[in-house]
């Protein structure tokens, strides 16, 4: 990745829907070499994805909280894992190291549909028990990754080979 491919990142994080021809102006290249990079960053897996940031809170989902999850002895990481996945009021899963094995961050709307959403996951096999913090108020999320000056990205190439860009 060299300082052009770095800025490309760093404008991208800023506003994903930027045009080639946007990201050609800031970057002093043809729109068609910068349609060329920015298709090596996704097939490198530098770019994983674009998405839309929607409000939690406009959708309904007026309780965040961070849940802790705790196996049985017996229990299959990623038999849990896969029960975890099923559940759609998850918004994002972590394995982690220290007491509990996952910890999961949740949206409802209320409550109650927290309670309810509790029993769901304590009925999971391999659960043993949670730990649940409830999100008072955000302060800020989704901090983008600073891009290094200095950094090779690993990725695959169509046939799936690892290679470096």
């Known amino acids: 990745m060299d300082s052009v491919d770095r800025v490309l990142v760093a404008a991208l994080q800023d506003n994903a829907r930027s045009t ?16 060329e990079r920015v298709r090596r960053l996704e097939e490198s897996s530098a770019i994983t994805g674009y998405t839309a940031t929607v409000s939690a809170s406009a959708l309904g989902l007026g309780v965040c909280a961070l ?3 705790y196996l049985t002895d017996s229990a299959e990481c990623d038999d849990v894992a896969d029960g975890l996945r099923a ?5 994002g899963c972590w394995f982690v190291a220290g ?9 409802v709307a209320d409550v109650d549909a927290l309670e309810h959403l509790l029993a ?11 730990r649940t913090t409830v999100v008072l108020s955000t302060r800020w999320e989704r901090r983008r ?14 046939k799936g080979s690892r290679r470096a860009t």
């Open 87 to 91: 559940v759609a009021e998850i918004e």
């Open 99 to 107: 007491d509990e094995a996952f910890v999961i961050k949740v949206g």
């Open 20 to 35: 080639y021809a946007e990201l050609a102006r800031l970057v002093g290249l043809s729109a068609a070499s910068v349609h």
């Open 67 to 69: 849940i802790s999850i």
């Open 145 to 158: 990754p600073p891009v290094p000056d200095h950094c090779e990205v690993v990725g695959t190439d169509r």
């Open 120 to 130: 769901v996951l304590w009925r999971i096999p391999g659960v043993a028990r949670t």
